[in-house]
């Protein structure tokens, strides 16, 4: 089984709004070994001008993933799950993601290669707030490997 | 930012161990749930050399010293937030049940702008003396 090519081009529909909780935030910084207060402490977070924790930079994967998802279990994409593998991965903030952030993610397949017997699929995920302000981009190029 | 900041300045130099319970850690927080960072029968079917972290994993744990120099006071100024990060993964980082991996992160300044206020640090990040993020780039911006 091989990545659909016609996968190129394809725009999903954007995914249910993704509310951000301070918890969250919390257990993935934790998670990724931060011990920033404006991650963990609502009160320093205040103090430094935000309205709660503020998310470290990777946090926006978390709601990536919902639209991987998307891509990953459409039945037609040809990428098989246990084969993936991630090639690269990159994140463009206009501003930092915040807990009580509403966030709606929309998927762009903007690249489908094949290279000896793996494929590449390059998707981009643009985040946008509840007023639909743009907050993150995160791309990420997913490998599947072929049948060794 | 003041004018402190320096190329080739070395902002964070650690080393973090990575167990098989951080990579469940890590799939509850991130909701990846990819059998390949769990179970070993699914990574060896697929060819690897064993579980291996995920990526995003790495490439978090990575930045989380430079995001924590950034809130400290080492800092050249208040304010500083990560605008870009990205980042190649490699390598496969291989966690043993019962050792783990060990994972060196060094993060240097490669340049700085102190009209737009912003400088790139770049990660060098090591398991078993090899790299395993390629092109690990941040773009750090103060108010």
């Known amino acids: 089984m091989s990545v659909n090519p016609a996968l190129l081009g394809r725009v999903f529909p954007p995914v ?7 918890e969250k935030i919390r257990e993935f910084a934790r998670a990724t070994r931060s011990s920033a207060p404006l991650a963990l402490d609502p009160e320093a977070a205040r103090a430094a001008g935000f309205r709660d924790v503020v998310a470290p930079p990777t946090f926006a994967i978390v ?3 919902k639209t991987l998802e998307q891509l990953l279990e459409s039945p037609d994409s040809g990428i098989d799950f246990a084969r993936v593998v991630h090639g690269d991965q990159r994140f463009s903030y206009t501003r930092p993601i915040v807990a009580g952030d509403e966030l ?8 489908v290669k094949t290279l000896g017997g793996h494929s590449m699929v390059t998707a981009e995920s643009v985040l946008v707030d509840g007023d639909g302000e743009h907050v ?3 791309v990420s190029t997913l490998v599947v490997r072929g049948d060794e | 930012m003041s004018a402190a900041l320096e190329v080739g300045q070395v902002v964070a130099d650690v080393t973090v161990t990575l167990s098989r319970d951080s990579l469940v850690r890590y799939a509850g927080a991130s909701g990846d749930f990819n059998p390949i960072h769990y179970r070993d ?3 060896a079917s697929v060819g690897l050399p064993g579980v291996i972290a995920h990526g995003m994993l790495t490439m978090g744990t990575a930045v989380a010293p430079v995001v924590d120099w950034l809130g400290g006071p080492e800092a050249p100024g208040a304010g500083g937030w990560v605008v870009d990060y990205q980042a190649k993964f490699t ?3 291989v966690v043993d049940p019962t050792d783990g991996a060990e994972v060196s992160l060094t993060a240097t300044v490669a340049e700085t702008d102190p009209e737009a206020k912003t400088a790139r640090v770049d990660l060098t990040v090591k398991f078993a003396d090899k790299t395993v993020l390629g092109k690990a780039q941040v773009r750090v ?3």
């Open chain 1, 16 to 22: 249910s709004p993704y509310l951000v909780g301070r």
């Open chain 1, 63 to 65: 709601v990536q993933e």
């Open chain 1, 104 to 111: 709606t993610a929309t998927l762009t397949v903007t690249s």
């Open chain 1, 136 to 138: 993150v981009t995160a």
């Open chain 2, 41 to 43: 029968d699914v990574a």
């Open chain 2, 91 to 93: 390598r496969p980082v």
């Open chain 2, 141 to 143: 911006a103060w108010a």
